[in-house]
């Protein structure tokens, strides 16, 4: 039986909070808060894509947000060109300040739904995606995303994901949401703790690890890896 999407978040909505929330966005020091190891996920995706592809010239961060990851992929590949991707404009123009100030490369920005990009074959020789793959909702949109990531990628080109994943076994994923809950009330008590889950249960739709890593594989990647995993958030990738 089909999943029912319905009561979900629109893109509008999603878009409208992170519009909001551009200043939270922008710390390149600790990254995103709400994600647990955030600094240490953005430094491996970017440390494996330096490794992978040490030469490359032309960068695409999808979901970009505020650029914390395009500015720590500056710091070790210098003077890519960026293409820089966000539902909200505001993020966008925050990114692009940000990112122009850093590389002498060009910088693009593409306002819109990650699904409706429509991008090149063989363009790009790193693509990131943190914290916005779990906006997806159906196996269509999923794999529809992969598939494109993948065609748009050169031949050694890499991918690399950060995000909020589910697991296969229903008590795996209540011991993790725990876990996750208690590390949220460390941020700011049992308020905040409730502030966030009500708005993961109503915008996001992440999916396993072992389902994304087996939609990699599905698209055409070979290589590929799992970074880090903690409680609900891993980094992996691929190389093509």
């Known amino acids: 039986m089909a999943t029912d999407y319905s009561k979900n978040a629109t893109n509008r909505e999603i878009g409208e909070r992170f519009d909001k929330d551009v200043e939270r966005f922008s710390n390149l020091e600790t990254g995103q808060l709400t994600t647990i190891d955030a600094p240490l996920t953005m430094e491996l995706c970017t440390e494996a894509a330096r490794y992978a592809t040490p030469h490359a010239t032309e960068l695409l961060d999808i979901g970009c947000g505020a650029g914390n990851y395009t500015l720590k992929m500056l710091g070790k590949i210098?003077?890519?060109?960026?293409?820089?991707?966000?539902?909200?404009?505001?993020?966008?123009?925050?990114?692009?300040?940000?990112?122009?100030?850093?590389?002498?490369?060009?910088?693009?920005?593409?306002?819109?739904?990650?699904?409706?990009?429509?991008?090149?074959?063989?363009?790009?020789?790193?693509?990131?995606?943190?914290?916005?793959?779990?906006?997806?909702?159906?196996?269509?949109?999923?794999?529809?995303?992969?598939?494109?990531?993948?065609?748009?990628?050169?031949?050694?080109?890499?991918?690399?994901?950060?995000?909020?994943?589910?697991?296969?076994?229903?008590v795996i994923t209540k011991l993790f949401e725990d876990k996750y809950g208690e590390y949220l009330e460390t941020l700011g008590g049992p308020e905040y703790r409730r502030k966030v889950e009500d708005y993961v249960r109503y915008e996001d739709t992440p999916r396993s690890l072992n389902y994304q890593l087996d939609l990699l594989a599905k698209v055409g990647f070979s290589k590929i890896d799992v970074l880090h995993k903690n409680s609900c958030f891993a980094a992996f990738g691929a190389i093509k």
């Not at 539902?87 to 409706?116: F, H, W, Y």
């Open 78 to 170: 210098p003077g890519l060109n960026c293409t820089l991707n966000d539902l909200s404009l505001p993020m966008l123009e925050k990114a692009r300040e940000r990112v122009l100030s850093c590389t002498k490369g060009t910088v693009t920005v593409i306002q819109d739904d990650m699904r409706n990009l429509d991008l090149p074959d063989g363009r790009f020789d790193i693509v990131l995606a943190a914290a916005t793959l779990h906006h997806l909702r159906d196996d269509k949109d999923w794999e529809g995303m992969f598939a494109k990531i993948y065609k748009t990628l050169r031949p050694g080109g890499s991918f690399w994901v950060s995000d909020l994943i589910t697991h296969s076994s229903e």
